[in-house]
């Protein structure tokens, strides 16, 4: 079962402070990962797609995608590695990283 974590940096009233221009200009400096404006599964014959704000990581023959939703990014941890990258670019952005 996968954990869901999101990166987020609050304002003095608790708002999310993470924008998508800076997200984008971050992500672009990291070659391991790809922009995209949706995302795409398959399973037993039925596609879903879901638009937005996917910030893909190619982990060998895997991508997981972070998705910048409302000031906050979203990742489902499936592995260590995946939450070690998570805990990476939290400190990198000055942000904290919660389960939720």
Not at 57 to 73: C, D, S
Request: charged share 25%.
């Amino acid at each position: 079962m996968n954990t869901r974590y999101k990166i987020t940096r609050l304002d003095e009233e608790g708002n999310p402070t993470l924008s998508l221009e800076e997200c984008q200009s971050f992500f672009a400096t990291k070659s391991d990962f790809e922009y995209h404006d949706s995302f795409g599964a398959s399973q037993d014959g039925v596609h879903m797609k879901i638009k937005g704000h996917f910030f893909m990581w190619q982990l060998e023959n895997v991508k997981i995608p972070f998705r910048f939703f409302e000031g906050e990014i979203y990742v489902a941890v499936s592995h260590p590695v995946v939450l070690e990258k998570t805990m990476e670019i939290a400190r990198l952005l000055e942000a904290n990283y919660v389960e939720g």
